[in-house]
């Protein structure tokens, strides 16, 4: 619907009952007011001639409004400068606008990129992003926690690996009447709250690469076994070799934590073997990158003495000497879809799956090679 000219605060008028260009209408509701009068979501729908839920709906990227409407009103909001006040909004639709992020992930760049792509699908619908770090093994977690969402009044909150698959803290929210979504390596629940990494995938990649390059004593850096990821990238790390007639030798696996340190240490027992591994996947890129600090303590170099893989394809991938070959896990877009799908439940409409925006992929650099005569 077309926006009717103000010609004063709280009414509408029209020229033989014919509708203003919704630009036209914002420009003048901005030359009468100016900054003298901070617009409200009132203004926007009297401006574009519809209701305070429709204006809502498009501050919220609903899909049921028509992509005209949507246009207009988004431009009516931009001319007049309205910019929605999660406190007030809350208020006045008795839930909040706040979002929470719990996590307990040991690897900073993963929460940082995972923060950025909820809060690129929050982008422009008016909520805002508190996050809560935990420790799962820690006697107060789940206290912690729901403190957390009732204190900060949040509407939904985002759960990141490994807190996601602990079904204690999904049962506590279900309770207290907290939407959530699940971001995990698998399928834990119904489609409606969860976001899958497909982590195995990724593995499975890693394990091909390997196996094509002609290797056959190959190692594996584990992560954390309270992740399911790092049992995840194993299996499929195992189905990749499978394909090509290989074998995980058990001698060659080591127990890591995701951590640059357990990367060098694991690394570093894996090299005194003999005949020590010719390939070894590291489970996340921080492991590979103290792997290969623990090939230069060895005088060694990758990939002429050993090739390194990872997984995840963070910055330290590319910050390191050689570059790391890694598994992309697409860590940003993840955090965005499961924004997307949190405000959608909160207009309680079915989200698109978008499966193919969250496979892994294979990413080849300088650490890996063929095997050495």
């Known amino acids: 619907m077309l926006a009717k000219l103000l010609c004063r605060e709280g009414q509408t008028v029209s020229t033989e009952d014919e ?8 420009e003048a509701w901005r030359q009468r007011y100016g900054p003298s009068k901070k617009p409200t979501i009132n203004d926007v729908a009297r401006i574009a001639g519809v209701s305070k839920r429709t204006v809502s709906r498009v501050i919220n990227k609903s899909p049921l409004v028509k992509d005209k409407t949507r246009s207009e009103i988004g431009k009516i909001i931009d001319i007049i400068g309205f910019s929605p006040d999660p406190q007030a909004r809350g208020l006045a639709f008795r839930h909040s606008y706040l979002i929470g992020m719990i996590y307990d992930n040991p690897n900073p760049q993963y929460v940082v990129n995972m923060q950025q792509g909820i809060l690129n699908g929050l982008k422009n619908s008016g909520h805002e992003l508190v996050v809560h770090p935990c420790n799962r093994d820690s006697d107060s977690f789940l206290q912690d926690a729901r403190q957390f969402v009732e204190r900060q009044k949040l509407f939904g909150v985002i759960l990141t690996p490994s807190v996601s698959e602990d079904e204690r803290i999904v049962a506590m929210l279900r309770e207290i009447g907290c939407a959530y979504i699940r971001i995990a390596s ?3 629940e119904n489609n409606a709250n969860m976001i899958v990494s497909n982590d195995r995938l990724g ?9 094509k390059l002609g290797h056959k004593r190959i190692g594996f850096i584990s992560g954390k076994p309270s992740f399911r990821s790092s049992h995840e990238r194993r299996l499929g790390f195992e189905e990749g070799l499978a394909e090509h007639g290989l074998e995980l030798d058990p001698k060659f ?15 570093s027992e894996l090299l005194q073997l003999d005949p ?22 060895a005088g060694l170099t990758a990939p002429d003495a050993l090739s390194v893989v990872g997984f995840d394809d963070f910055q330290i991938a590319i910050s390191v000497w050689p570059r790391i070959t890694t598994v992309h896990s697409p860590v940003t877009r993840l955090g965005e879809l499961a924004a997307e799908k949190l405000l959608l439940l909160k207009e309680q409409e079915t989200p698109d799956t978008k499966e193919g925006e969250n496979v892994p992929w294979l990413v080849e650099r300088e650490s890996s090679g063929p095997p050495a005569n």
């Open 19 to 26: 509708a203003i260009d919704p630009v036209a209408a914002a």
């Open 186 to 188: 698998v399928a834990l």
């Open 276 to 297: 020590r591994p010719t390939a070894i996947f590291a489970a996340n890129d921080e492991m590979a990158a103290g792997l290969l600090q623990a090939l230069r303590v």
């Open 253 to 267: 696996v080591r127990e890591g934590a995701y951590t640059f340190q357990s990367g060098l240490d694991r690394g």
């Open 203 to 211: 593995g499975r990649e890693a394990g091909r690469h390997l196996a």
